[in-house]
Nanobody, 126 residues
Framework: QVQLVESGGGLVQAGGSLRLSCAAS????????MGWFRQAPGKEREFVAA?????????YYADSVKGRFTISTDNAKNTVYLQMNSLKPEDTAVYYC??????????????????WGQGTQVTVSS
């Protein structure tokens, strides 16, 4: 069965960096769009970034993280990363990895994704 396992979360001071990893198994990684979403307490889960692997690797970002976060993949390891720099307290959330089979539209929406990881907590202190 498909499994997405996130790692790399933690506590960091404002201005610091973290790199999240999501290891995928049970799927043909090259046929998917991989995304990162986040959910802060009391808020809706929101789009952070996505990479459309199956069409060549185009990347997309939420305006709130553009220029600070970078999504990338290691296709040999079936892993997607989220490098987060210049972190702010408002980046505090549980971060989720998600997979969408051969999807290139609507990728900013949760409903586009077939599979989800369990989430990893990121806390940014001021």
């Amino acid at each position: 069965q498909v499994q997405l396992v996130e790692s790399g979360g933690g506590l960091v001071q404002a201005g610091g960096s973290l790199r999240l990893s999501c290891a995928a198994s049970g799927l043909t990684f090259s046929s998917y769009t991989m995304g990162w979403f986040r959910q802060a307490p009391g808020k809706e889960r929101e789009f952070v970034a996505a990479v459309i692997i199956w069409t060549g690797g185009s990347t997309y970002y939420a305006d709130s993280v553009k220029g600070r976060f970078t999504i990338s993949t290691d296709n040999a390891k079936n892993t997607v990363y989220l490098q987060m720099n210049s972190l702010k307290p408002e980046d505090t959330a549980v971060y989720y990895c998600a997979a969408s089979y051969r999807r290139s539209y609507g990728i900013y929406s949760r409903v586009a994704y077939n599979y989800w990881g369990q989430g990893t907590q990121v806390t940014v202190s001021s």
